[in-house]
């Protein structure tokens, strides 16, 4: 295997696993969200406040879900 070769697999490699880091940080992004909508949801006084706060959960959570199905779609085989 030539230098350029393996340089090129080095590089590969680096990106696979900064988009596998990504993925997964989106992923417990979104665990972290679930616990706190549950949390506010399970509450017996949901108020104005905590509306608007699960609304940006939802907004967050569908970003985050987008994010990630992108960056699946980038590890598949061309």
């Known amino acids: 295997m030539s230098e350029q070769e393996k340089d090129n697999l080095i ?3 680096n990106e696979l696993i900064g988009v596998l880091f990504e993925i997964i940080k989106r992923l417990q992004a979104n665990n972290t969200l679930d616990e706190e909508y549950f949390r506010i ?7 104005n406040a905590d509306k608007k706060r699960l609304d940006e959960i939802l907004i967050q959570r569908t970003e985050n879900s987008k994010i990630v199905a992108k960056l699946l779609e980038k590890l598949q085989p061309n």
Request: hydrophobic share 40%; proline share 0%.
């Open 11 to 13: 590089r590969a490699q």
């Open 41 to 47: 949801i399970a509450s017996e006084n949901v108020g």
